[in-house]
């Protein structure tokens, strides 16, 4: 059990209450997973290595192959408001810039569909169910 959840038990259960150890699990923050991909010498990512990247993560998160993998597509051209690309984990600031990016949606057969967000510049995260916050449509698609 990890400091900060066994320092809430311990208040818990301290103030009367307690934590049962089916909850314990729920209150620990999912974790954002992610990468880089290595951008050409524009300084921006081609979409093939970006959607090759997410489709390995995607059967790795999955614990299956690549082969499971039914659908891998750009959902949209979007503009993230800030570093985080619009899915923050808690208790962490990021720098407030407009990046442009995508939101890009996997679907693997047997598991759940799996969202992720990434920048033009490479850089992508597998986000989480219900941590995903909304972008700002890009101007023009790409």
Do not use: F
């Not at 259960?13 to 999912?30: F, I, K, M, Q, Y």
């Not at 959607?51 to 039914?70: E, N, P, Q, Y």
């Not at 992720?116 to 700002?136: I, T």
Request: hydrophobic content about 45%; some cysteine.
């Amino acid at each position: 059990m990890s400091m900060t959840l066994m320092t809430l038990s311990l208040w818990l259960v301290a103030a009367g209450g307690s934590v049962p150890a089916d909850n314990a699990e729920s209150l620990r923050p999912r974790r954002v997973v992610g990468g880089v991909v290595a951008p050409g010498p524009d300084g921006t990512v081609a979409i093939d290595a970006l959607l090759a990247a997410l489709k390995a993560d995607a059967a790795a998160h999955a614990g299956t192959d690549a082969a499971r993998i039914v659908s891998a597509r750009l959902v949209e051209d979007v503009l993230w408001s800030d570093a985080a690309l619009g899915c923050p984990q808690p208790g962490l600031s990021y720098t407030q810039a407009l990046v442009p990016g995508w939101r890009v949606h996997i679907e693997i057969t047997g598991a759940a569909p799996l969202v992720y967000h990434a920048s033009r510049r490479g850089q992508w995260l597998r986000c989480p169910a219900g941590r995903s916050g909304a972008p700002r449509p890009a101007a023009a698609p790409r």
